[in-house]
Protein backbone atom coordinates (compact mmCIF):
# COMPACT_ATOMS: atom_id res chain seq x y z
CA UNK A 1 0.00 0.00 0.00
CA UNK A 2 1.30 3.21 -1.37
CA UNK A 3 1.67 6.32 1.10
CA UNK A 4 2.14 10.06 0.96
CA UNK A 5 2.62 12.00 4.08
CA UNK A 6 2.88 15.67 4.26
CA UNK A 7 4.31 17.23 7.26
CA UNK A 8 5.75 20.59 8.53
CA UNK A 9 2.60 22.67 7.45
CA UNK A 10 1.65 25.38 10.02
CA UNK A 11 1.20 29.26 10.80
CA UNK A 12 3.52 31.66 10.11
CA UNK A 13 3.82 35.53 9.60
CA UNK A 14 4.27 37.37 6.14
CA UNK A 15 8.23 36.81 5.41
CA UNK A 16 9.10 33.66 7.20
CA UNK A 17 9.80 30.21 6.04
CA UNK A 18 8.66 27.03 6.24
CA UNK A 19 9.93 23.38 5.25
CA UNK A 20 7.22 20.81 4.17
CA UNK A 21 8.44 16.89 4.46
CA UNK A 22 6.73 14.63 1.94
CA UNK A 23 7.07 11.00 3.47
CA UNK A 24 6.89 7.89 1.03
CA UNK A 25 6.50 4.24 1.91
CA UNK A 26 4.90 1.42 -0.48
CA UNK A 27 7.05 1.97 -3.38
CA UNK A 28 10.42 2.30 -4.79
CA UNK A 29 10.75 5.73 -4.27
CA UNK A 30 13.86 6.77 -6.71
CA UNK A 31 11.79 5.05 -9.11
CA UNK A 32 9.02 8.63 -9.21
CA UNK A 33 9.35 11.84 -9.83
CA UNK A 34 7.66 13.79 -7.18
CA UNK A 35 5.78 16.75 -6.93
CA UNK A 36 4.44 19.86 -4.37
CA UNK A 37 1.00 21.40 -5.29
CA UNK A 38 -1.21 23.69 -3.50
CA UNK A 39 -4.58 24.52 -3.76
CA UNK A 40 -6.13 27.95 -1.91
CA UNK A 41 -9.69 28.65 -0.99
CA UNK A 42 -12.01 29.01 -4.21
CA UNK A 43 -8.80 28.53 -6.64
CA UNK A 44 -7.63 25.22 -8.91
CA UNK A 45 -4.68 23.12 -7.84
CA UNK A 46 -1.39 25.12 -9.11
CA UNK A 47 1.88 23.19 -9.54
CA UNK A 48 4.75 24.44 -7.70
CA UNK A 49 7.34 22.60 -8.27
CA UNK A 50 8.70 18.73 -9.16
CA UNK A 51 11.98 16.64 -8.92
CA UNK A 52 13.46 13.96 -10.82
CA UNK A 53 13.76 10.22 -9.27
CA UNK A 54 17.60 10.50 -9.02
CA UNK A 55 17.36 14.38 -7.45
CA UNK A 56 18.28 16.27 -10.77
CA UNK A 57 16.51 18.55 -12.82
CA UNK A 58 14.03 20.39 -10.48
CA UNK A 59 11.47 22.31 -12.07
CA UNK A 60 9.40 25.40 -10.02
CA UNK A 61 6.35 27.67 -11.12
CA UNK A 62 6.90 30.88 -11.84
CA UNK A 63 5.00 31.91 -8.87
CA UNK A 64 7.75 30.25 -6.50
CA UNK A 65 10.62 30.31 -8.24
CA UNK A 66 13.59 31.70 -6.06
CA UNK A 67 11.77 31.45 -3.00
CA UNK A 68 11.10 27.91 -2.74
CA UNK A 69 13.59 24.64 -3.24
CA UNK A 70 12.71 20.98 -3.76
CA UNK A 71 15.09 18.55 -2.57
CA UNK A 72 14.57 14.69 -1.68
CA UNK A 73 16.64 12.33 0.36
CA UNK A 74 16.01 8.68 -1.85
CA UNK A 75 17.67 6.84 1.62
CA UNK A 76 14.60 8.30 3.86
CA UNK A 77 11.76 7.94 0.87
CA UNK A 78 11.49 11.53 1.68
CA UNK A 79 10.65 14.63 -0.45
CA UNK A 80 11.49 18.37 0.84
CA UNK A 81 9.68 21.57 0.12
CA UNK A 82 12.06 24.59 1.53
CA UNK A 83 9.60 27.59 1.65
CA UNK A 84 10.83 31.30 2.26
CA UNK A 85 9.76 35.04 1.76
CA UNK A 86 6.19 33.62 2.62
CA UNK A 87 3.37 35.56 1.46
CA UNK A 88 -0.02 35.82 2.33
CA UNK A 89 -1.11 34.88 -0.91
CA UNK A 90 1.01 31.45 -0.22
CA UNK A 91 -1.90 29.96 2.27
CA UNK A 92 -2.95 27.21 1.08
CA UNK A 93 -3.44 23.19 1.77
CA UNK A 94 -0.07 21.65 -0.02
CA UNK A 95 0.01 18.19 -1.40
CA UNK A 96 2.89 16.42 -2.97
CA UNK A 97 2.74 13.78 -5.18
CA UNK A 98 4.75 10.71 -7.28
CA UNK A 99 5.00 9.92 -10.73
CA UNK A 100 6.22 7.28 -12.14
CA UNK A 101 8.39 7.14 -14.78
CA UNK A 102 6.20 6.49 -18.16
CA UNK A 103 3.26 7.36 -16.56
CA UNK A 104 0.65 10.15 -17.97
CA UNK A 105 -0.20 11.52 -14.68
CA UNK A 106 0.41 11.59 -11.21
CA UNK A 107 -0.07 7.96 -9.70
CA UNK A 108 0.01 8.78 -5.79
CA UNK A 109 -1.18 11.55 -4.12
CA UNK A 110 -1.20 12.51 -0.09
CA UNK A 111 -3.92 13.96 1.93
CA UNK A 112 -2.44 17.60 2.15
CA UNK A 113 -0.96 19.81 4.59
CA UNK A 114 -2.44 23.74 5.52
CA UNK A 115 0.07 26.24 5.67
CA UNK A 116 -1.31 29.39 6.49
CA UNK A 117 0.62 33.26 5.88
CA UNK A 118 -0.35 35.83 7.96
CA UNK A 119 0.28 39.66 6.93
Known amino acids: QVQLVESGGGLVQSGGSLRLSCAAS????????VGWFRRAPGKEREFLAR????????AYADSVKGRFTISRDNAKNTVYLQMNSLKPEDTAVYYCAALRFGAPKYNYWGQGTQVTVSS
Open 51 to 58: ISGSGGTP
Open 26 to 33: GLTFSDYT
